[in-house]
């Protein structure tokens, strides 16, 4: 609420003036209360409330930030930065951030000793939208069929036992086509930690589940109905995938516990829990996001009204592997991620320019583009060389143009809306022979 909001309306020149003492009679309480004293109870009812919710937004951001800070390699935040300005001040996301959530388990060697060969069981994509108000996030399954780079075709899990961190977010940003700007990564105790610290969590458990993992030391009995789980139980009821629907079935509790969580969180009691929070998370979770990034998303999703939208990424069974279903993701994509409708794609002339010096660089951009959906896409020789990839938009918003600068990989965007050209004008330098991104995974057929 603004300063504006906060003030007395101002009374119009024409306004009727006040009633006189004789047709409206003070009640007998009020006649002992001065004037200026009730003012000040009335901006004290009013101010409590604001306050009470904006230090609530600043712990949750506070001890998010405290519990995170762990273990961030030399130069590994700086080198990730945005380039534009995602946050503001006071404590405000001004722009659309993208945020990969990685759960890593543990893996054992023969002699059931700890190895450090982790890989990311869980991955989800979130995207924090100021503009239209509201955080979406996409569930990847981890025996996902990609492409990582560097290393070839393989489930989507394994790029964290491959590379870490940057490598799991190199394969989902060329997998997805968005652009990662921040990570968090949990560890294999973190959730059951935290649900504990909030006093537990109200599940509805839909069968029974029996099984016993001997060898990880683990087993998992629950009986079927509504019911409140401690931490251990949680991550057993969003662990167990031993049905017919495998790792989707794992998926979809761990959506429906996720939500649970979330709004769980934004309750005003949760303030009560940080030092709790602070204890669950602080040995085993690590971000690039600094401290004040984390308190603005803190305070947007406290702010938030809207759920969050919930999706797992739409695909289908295939021997080892979930096959990505890329005739309902790009539509999906376009629009958690940056807004566009198919219309919007198929209205947007892009013209797309070789000046790498290396023939056939600029159609297998403009294939590229088409695979991410793009329809209108025309490609021209460059009589000069450039040195770095670029994206020109001309459209009055910039989403089409980050859609085709996340496609291509390493593209820096530029915006000149109102010039005259195409909407948006894709430049291939000459950076682009040594990018390692691939295209898209069709399902079959050709575009």
Same mark, same amino acid.
């Given at each position: 609420?603004?300063?504006?909001?906060?003030?007395?309306?101002?009374?119009?020149? $024409?306004?009727?003036?006040?009633?006189?003492?004789?047709?409206?009679?003070?009640?007998? @309480?009020?006649? =002992?209360?001065?004037?200026?004293?009730? *003012?000040?109870?009335?901006?004290?009812?009013?101010?409590?409330? /604001?306050?009470?919710?904006?230090?609530?937004?600043?712990?949750?951001?506070?001890?998010?930030?405290?519990?995170?800070?762990?273990?961030?390699?030399?130069?590994?935040?700086?080198?990730?930065?945005?380039?534009?300005?995602?946050?503001?001040?006071?404590?405000?996301?001004?722009?659309?951030?993208?945020?990969?959530? #990685?759960?890593?388990?543990?893996?054992?060697?023969?002699?059931?000793?700890?190895?450090?060969?982790? *890989?990311?069981?869980?991955?989800?994509?979130?995207?924090?939208?100021? =503009?239209?108000?509201?955080?979406?996030?996409?569930?990847?399954?981890?025996?996902?069929?990609?492409?990582?780079?560097?290393?070839?075709?393989?489930?989507?899990?394994?790029?964290?036992?491959?590379?870490?961190?940057?490598?799991?977010? *190199?394969?989902?940003?060329?997998?997805?086509?968005?652009?990662?700007?921040?990570?968090?990564?949990?560890?294999?105790?973190?959730?059951?930690?935290?649900?504990?610290?909030?006093?537990?969590?109200?599940? $509805?458990?839909?069968?029974?589940?029996?099984?016993?993992?001997?060898?990880?030391?683990?087993?998992?009995?629950?009986?079927?109905?509504?019911?409140?789980?401690?931490?251990?139980?949680?991550?057993?009821?969003?662990? @167990?995938? =031993? $049905?017919?629907?495998?790792?989707? %079935?794992?998926?979809?509790?761990?959506?429906?516990? #996720?939500?649970?969580?979330?709004?769980?969180?934004?309750?005003?009691?949760?303030?009560? =829990?940080?030092?709790?929070?602070?204890?669950?998370?602080?040995?085993?979770?690590?971000?690039?996001?600094?401290?004040?990034?984390?308190?603005?998303?803190?305070?947007?999703?406290?702010?938030?009204?809207?759920?969050?939208?919930?999706?797992?990424?739409?695909?289908?069974?295939?021997?080892?592997?979930?096959?990505?279903? @890329?005739?309902?993701?790009?539509? #999906?994509?376009? $629009?958690?991620?940056?807004?566009?409708?198919?219309?919007?794609?198929?209205?947007?002339?892009?013209?797309?320019?070789?000046?790498?010096? #290396?023939?056939?660089?600029?159609?297998?951009?403009?294939?590229?583009?088409?695979?991410?959906?793009?329809?209108?896409?025309?490609?021209?020789?460059?009589?000069?060389?450039?040195?770095?990839?670029?994206?020109?938009?001309?459209?009055?918003?910039?989403?089409?143009?980050?859609?085709?600068?996340?496609? /291509?990989?390493?593209?820096?965007?530029?915006?000149?809306?109102?010039?005259? %050209?195409?909407?948006?004008?894709?430049?291939?330098?000459?950076?682009?022979?040594?990018?390692?991104?691939?295209?898209?995974?069709?399902?079959? %057929?050709?575009?």
């Amino acid at each position: 609420m603004t300063d504006d909001e906060r003030s007395p309306a101002p009374v119009p020149p $024409d306004a009727p003036a006040a009633p006189t003492a004789p047709d409206f009679a003070p009640l007998p @309480f009020e006649s =002992h209360v001065p004037k200026s004293r009730r *003012r000040w109870w009335a901006y004290l009812l009013i101010g409590v409330p /604001l306050t009470v919710v904006a230090l609530a937004g600043a712990v949750v951001g506070a001890y998010i930030y405290l519990l995170t800070q762990i273990a961030i390699g030399p130069g590994e935040v700086d080198a990730r930065r945005p380039q534009t300005r995602l946050f503001a001040w006071p404590l405000r996301v001004v722009d659309r951030v993208n945020i990969l959530i #990685m759960g890593v388990d543990v893996t054992l060697d023969n002699r059931r000793r700890v190895v450090n060969i982790s *890989r990311a069981d869980t991955l989800i994509l979130l995207s924090v939208d100021p =503009h239209r108000r509201r955080i979406a996030a996409v569930s990847i399954p981890r025996d996902t069929r990609v492409q990582i780079p560097g290393i070839g075709e393989n489930k989507i899990n394994a790029s964290y036992a491959y590379g870490g961190p940057q490598l799991t977010i *190199r394969t989902v940003e060329q997998f997805l086509a968005v652009k990662v700007h921040y990570y968090i990564k949990l560890g294999p105790d973190s959730f059951a930690r935290l649900v504990d610290a909030i006093g537990g969590l109200e599940v $509805d458990v839909e069968k029974d589940m029996r099984y016993a993992d001997t060898w990880a030391g683990y087993s998992i009995n629950l009986k079927k109905g509504r019911q409140k789980l401690n931490g251990e139980q949680v991550t057993g009821y969003i662990r @167990f995938r =031993h $049905d017919p629907l495998g790792d989707i %079935g794992r998926v979809e509790r761990q959506r429906q516990v #996720m939500n649970t969580l979330v709004q769980e969180l934004r309750q005003p009691r949760t303030v009560l =829990h940080g030092p709790s929070l602070l204890r669950a998370f602080a040995q085993n979770t690590q971000t690039d996001l600094s401290a004040m990034e984390l308190m603005s998303l803190g305070l947007f999703a406290i702010r938030s009204k809207a759920a969050m939208q919930e999706v797992t990424l739409p695909g289908g069974f295939a021997p080892l592997y979930w096959e990505p279903d @890329f005739a309902k993701i790009r539509p #999906m994509i376009a $629009d958690l991620f940056y807004g566009l409708s198919r219309d919007d794609l198929a209205s947007t002339l892009i013209e797309v320019k070789n000046a790498s010096g #290396m023939p056939g660089l600029a159609r297998q951009a403009a294939a590229r583009l088409q695979e991410v959906g793009f329809r209108n896409v025309r490609v021209l020789a460059s009589p000069d060389i450039a040195a770095t990839t670029t994206v020109i938009s001309r459209l009055p918003s910039p989403s089409a143009a980050r859609l085709a600068a996340a496609a /291509l990989g390493r593209a820096v965007l530029k915006e000149a809306p109102g010039t005259l %050209g195409p909407s948006i004008t894709v430049i291939v330098a000459r950076d682009a022979t040594d990018r390692s991104a691939g295209p898209v995974r069709r399902n079959g %057929g050709s575009q």
